[in-house]
């Protein structure tokens, strides 16, 4: 774009944007308030995303290309308008204009509501898979829940994590269209009935509660293409707004009733992250977007082909993320039967060859199970099926592969009266894949053991990968642009080309505009810091950060110990100089896990007493900043030093948040755990920092009942002296933290926090001794973003295209 042509599109801009203001506010442009910008600019956005949208859709149906449908129960989207400006490669034009009409830009970013529809990474994933899909113009759309309220608001106070609810829908959301056109009605409950018509056995579900699926849908813009595709969420309402009968009784109550208990099923977003919680509620959220999402999906296809579904699984491919849509199996099997017509082997074909299946955990406490009563109560027909795949299932294992009694009951879909949802899955699909490397071998040798030795050729891996556009092209534009002048821009499509930057590995002037980057970034961090908790910090100390949903698995409780530990060699050597180090927490705790929130409280105190006491100088400050979110998050990984990524060997299936902190330069501290290991392996030895057990050696010491954590403390003098200090008053009389001392001591450690105790302060010595060559700290932290390519969502995408959905 010339001179005068960038001054025609400003010019352009801003009257357009002046009306719109004036259109949405129904007042003059001055007298508008900051919201009224705000809704103006996103209107401006959406019109440009809508005739990209309609043009996408079209191509899609001339060019047939097989589709790939994301099922989720979590989508956490993050804020999306900065997003779209930059994907229109607009921001220029949009800033300037804006500028020039003497208001101010980021103000009015800020008014956008950041959608909390998801817990952490597994929502996040998926946010980053849709992105990628669409800047590699791929047919990808993602199916979800439309969730009245997201994940609670996180406010901190005496230390204490305390719920708000989240209202994001509260002033409109101008990035969703509303389809009444293509709502479909879903069933719960009703009897299943039998009849002989014309000799044959029929059967008739009646007396069931119809609920209305109503979807939204959001788009997905590609990055500088004109791709667009579509999330889209359903949202449950009555099918008729009151219930006339009880209404014309008189019974007014019991008419709302009928309408607040349909709507209640997409109220809310359940709070739990890498936990199962076996509500009733629940299980009506997975069948519900599953069957409203399938339905539409079917009669689509029908549409574009002649009414035909043989070609089905060839043409669509049915995505289950983690095992909350594992009802797709079923319910495209009653489908496909009931209201196809299909026989059960066709349908059987049709659906096992059209579904793929990722596990994103192997905790224990995550895996579902329903209960056959509740199931049975609930989806009557959908349990029969259930029943009968498990049924032909056994068969095929006792009389096809021979398997005795115990080993086909290690592997049925109905375990003890409940259903094992991952069974279940895995039976249906024909592709299974965990996240990283190895977690998938856990997957392979642990988890799926006998179902990896009679379907080998199922079993996939697809370590995971974050979208370098949100979290480096976006969130640290100084970083973007000292490399676009470097090496050019072809690597925000392709992030392997970030390894042309090692060759600034010893230039100084590179070395300065680098360090001066994360400098700035820094800054900015401990401004939003100062703004939100009562500490200033010092933004040439080293940043050590920690943000994740807290968990005892993933060990905010070691690093807090190691903070107390360190806070303790400071007061005993009062000569003792360190690198002053600023050790940054954040996350949510689900608001059920009393343990995580204790582990919350514990920080807090512990930053109350680091922070207060002036004879440690300054030298280590503690912060744990409220609310963690995908918009906290893009501040905070472009100010990062230190990743912590210290998870119990073998419990983390992958983490994304490694991967963000790596392309922004952070150097991770971290267990070979999940995705730490090919990091690793990317960045070599020297550029990471590793510690602690192995996941054999904590899957060894488990299959022997634990280790004894009390003989570590027995031998441990600084050990015992934190372990004391979580008894004894050091928080002040009133606060003890009795819970976390006796799971540490007398229920000997599960996660091994004492264990690698150790182990982990002397990373933590060894990286303050790093920090202190800045020409090798610098070469650390580039290598870090260098290597990152393996890290990008597009990388993963490509993955799943060639090796499990078959559409490369
Ligand atoms: C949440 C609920 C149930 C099952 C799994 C999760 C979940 O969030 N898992 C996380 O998925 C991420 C994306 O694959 C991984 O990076 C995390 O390690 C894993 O805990």
């Not at 099923?265 to 977007?289: A, C, H, M, S, V």
């Not at 196809?340 to 793929?356: C, K, P, Q």
Request: glycine share 6%.
């Amino acid at each position: 774009m010339n001179k005068s042509e960038r001054f025609e599109a400003i010019e352009t801009f801003k009257n357009a944007y002046i009306q719109k203001i004036e259109e949405v506010s129904g007042e003059c442009f001055s007298e508008a308030s900051l919201f009224n910008q705000y809704e103006a600019l996103a209107e401006i956005i959406m019109e440009k995303n809508g005739s990209l949208w309609a043009k996408t859709s079209k191509q899609y149906d001339e060019i047939p290309h097989k589709r790939v449908y994301l099922f989720s129960i979590e989508f956490l989207i993050g804020r999306l308008l900065k997003a779209f400006i930059n994907s229109l490669e607009i921001e220029d034009i949009v800033k300037t204009a804006i500028s020039e009409l003497g208001l101010d830009y980021e103000t009015i970013l800020n008014k956008e509501a950041d959608p909390g529809l998801g817990n952490g990474g597994l929502g996040r994933l998926m946010a980053c898979f849709l992105e990628s899909s669409a800047t590699l113009g791929l047919p990808f759309h993602g199916n979800g829940i439309h969730y009245q309220h997201g994940l609670f608001e996180q406010k901190i106070i005496n230390g204490e994590q305390v719920e708000v609810a989240d209202n994001w829908l509260r002033h409109g959301y101008p990035f969703e269209i509303r389809k009444p056109n293509e709502s479909v009605i879903v069933k719960f409950y009703g009897d299943i009935h039998y009849d002989k018509i014309d000799g044959v056995l029929t059967f008739f579900y009646e007396n069931y509660e119809p609920i209305l699926a109503v979807p939204y849908d959001i788009p997905i813009k590609g990055y500088h293409n004109k791709t667009v595709n579509s999330l889209r969420l359903w949202s449950a309402e009555p099918v008729e707004d009151f219930d006339l009968p009880s209404f014309n009784q008189g019974q007014f109550m019991d008419a709302v009733r009928h309408k607040s208990e349909a709507e209640a099923i997409t109220q809310i977003l359940y709070p739990n992250d890498n936990k199962f919680d076996g509500k009733l509620l629940r299980l009506k959220q997975e069948y519900f977007f599953v069957s409203a999402g399938l339905q539409r999906i079917i009669t689509r296809y029908k549409r574009y082909n002649n009414k035909c579904l043989d070609e089905f699984s060839n043409k669509i491919c049915i995505h289950i993320n983690d095992t909350h849509p594992a009802l797709c199996g079923p319910e495209m099997m009653r489908i496909l039967m009931d209201d196809e017509g299909l026989s059960w082997m066709d349908a059987w074909r049709i659906t096992v060859n059209s579904l793929t299946f990722t596990n994103h955990t192997v905790l224990p406490e995550a895996l579902e199970k329903w209960p056959v009563d509740m199931l049975k109560l609930l989806l009557p027909r959908i349990y029969m099926i259930i029943e009968e795949i498990n049924r032909q299932f056994l068969d095929k294992l006792r009389i096809k592969y021979g398997l005795n009694e115990s080993e086909i009951a290690a592997l049925a879909i109905i375990q003890d009266e409940q259903i094992n949802m991952a069974n279940l899955a895995v039976v249906c699909s024909h592709s299974v894949n965990g996240v990283a490397a190895l977690h998938s071998k856990i997957l392979r040798e642990e988890t799926f053991r006998g179902y990896y030795q009679i379907f080998p050729e199922r079993f996939n891996s697809v370590t995971n990968g974050v979208t370098p556009r949100r979290f480096l092209i976006n969130s640290n534009t100084g970083l973007r642009d000292l490399i676009d002048a470097s090496i050019g821009t072809e690597w925000q499509s392709d992030l392997f080309a970030l390894e042309e930057l090692m060759k600034y590995a010893e230039d100084a002037s590179f070395m300065e505009k680098y360090d001066q980057i994360k400098l700035t970034n820094k800054i900015h961090l401990a401004d939003y810091i100062k703004k939100h908790n009562p500490v200033t910090v010092n933004p040439n100390s080293i940043f050590d950060i920690q943000v994740k949903r807290i968990h005892e698995y993933k060990r905010q409780l070691l690093n807090a110990l190691h903070i107390l530990d360190l806070y303790n060699h400071l007061k005993e050597n009062p000569q003792m100089e360190i690198v002053p180090h600023t050790f940054i927490f954040a996350g949510k705790a689900a608001p059920g896990y009393y343990f995580a929130k204790e582990i919350i409280r514990l920080i807090n105190a512990i930053a109350d007493l680091v922070n207060n006491d002036a004879s440690i100088k300054d030298q280590i400050k503690v912060v744990f900043l409220a609310n963690f979110n995908v918009t906290l998050g893009e501040i905070i990984y472009p100010a990062a030093n230190i990743s912590e990524q210290i998870s119990t060997a073998g419990k983390e299936a992958s983490g994304t948040g490694n991967m963000k902190f790596m392309m922004n330069g952070a150097i991770t501290l971290g267990t070979m755990d999940g995705a730490n290991i090919e990091i690793h392996e990317a960045v070599g030895d020297e550029n990471i920092v590793t510690f602690g057990l192995s996941s054999d050696e904590v899957a060894s010491f488990e299959k022997s009942g634990g280790y004894r954590s009390f003989e570590v403390f027995e031998n441990n003098a600084r050990i015992q002296k934190i372990m004391q200090q979580l008894i004894d008053g050091t928080f002040g009389n009133f606060s003890h933290f009795q819970s976390i001392y006796d799971s540490l001591l007398l229920y000997n450690d599960s996660y091994f926090v004492l264990k690698d105790f150790d182990s982990y302060a002397n990373a933590q010595r060894h990286i303050n001794d790093l920090y202190q060559c800045p020409d090798q700290w610098f070469r650390m932290s580039l290598s870090n973003v260098a290597y990152s390519g393996l890290f990008s969502s597009d990388r993963a995408i490509l993955d799943y295209q060639k090796n499990i959905w078959k559409t490369l």
